[in-house]
């Protein structure tokens, strides 16, 4: 069966443009969540869903970054006046829901800034 | 705020040795996950040790959980050149949450030399 997808793969835009990072989940997965891999570190928390709402968005490092997920599938993380620390990959994964479930992620978007 | 620390951040070495990596926190997580992650992929789950004191063996990997579940180790034996990625460990929190957060280690990047 399908994976997680995300799209683009690759994103290189200038320093204070807009991006939007999609993020398509398992089909019939509930649970979303969002990560940011730094180059050499581990992922680090940005976001979780549970449906459409944002169960925990605790880990979004300021007001320039929001995500959506209006019909409970496939999500967008918006980044407004991109900088130069925000380059990185941005991972999504999906579960079933619930403590500790397996999630699945997808292959990341890499985003560079100029 | 919960902290893995991994060890050692590099390892290089030739077919056949034997490694371990190691993962240390001052805090308590209800259970651990190792993830390996290849370039351009997301990470993949490899095992979840969820008791203290628990020894999983997945083939030539051997994964341990701490008594005090606050650290844990990755054994490799007879490494070969398909063992060659980034390793994740990430702890669940023990409590806050109803989904199980995952904070994830720095990651120990693997070179396994023929």
């Known amino acids: 069966g399908a994976g997680v997808s995300q799209t683009p793969s690759n994103k290189v835009t200038e320093k204070g443009k807009y991006v939007e990072l999609r993020c398509d989940p398992i089909s019939g997965h509930t649970a979303l969540y969002w990560y940011r891999q730094s180059l050499g570190q581990g992922p680090e928390f940005l976001i979780y869903?549970?449906?459409?709402?944002?169960?925990?968005d605790s880990g979004l490092p300021n007001d320039r970054f929001f995500a959506v997920r209006p019909e409970g599938s496939v999500s967008t993380l918006k980044i407004q006046r991109t900088e130069r620390g925000d380059s990185a990959v941005y991972l999504c994964?999906?579960?079933?829901?619930?403590?500790?479930?397996?999630?699945?992620f997808g292959p990341g978007t890499r985003l560079t800034v100029l | 705020t919960q902290l893995l620390e991994q060890s050692p951040q590099f390892l290089s070495i030739q077919e056949g040795e034997n490694l371990t990596v190691y993962c240390n926190s001052s805090s308590v997580f209800s259970s651990l996950q190792w993830y390996r992650q290849e370039p351009g992929e997301g990470p993949v789950l490899l095992v979840t040790v969820v008791t203290g004191g628990e020894v999983k063996k997945l083939k030539r990997l051997t994964f341990q959980f701490g008594d005090a579940r606050k650290d844990s180790s990755l054994h490799i034996t007879a490494a070969q050149p398909g063992d060659t990625g980034l390793y994740l460990c990430a702890g669940i929190n023990a409590g806050g949450t109803s989904y199980g957060k995952l904070t994830f280690g720095q990651g120990t990047i693997l070179t396994v030399h023929p």
């Open positions: 994964a999906s579960t079933e829901g619930g403590f500790g479930r397996e999630q699945f």
């Open positions: 869903f549970q449906g459409t709402g944002a169960a925990d």
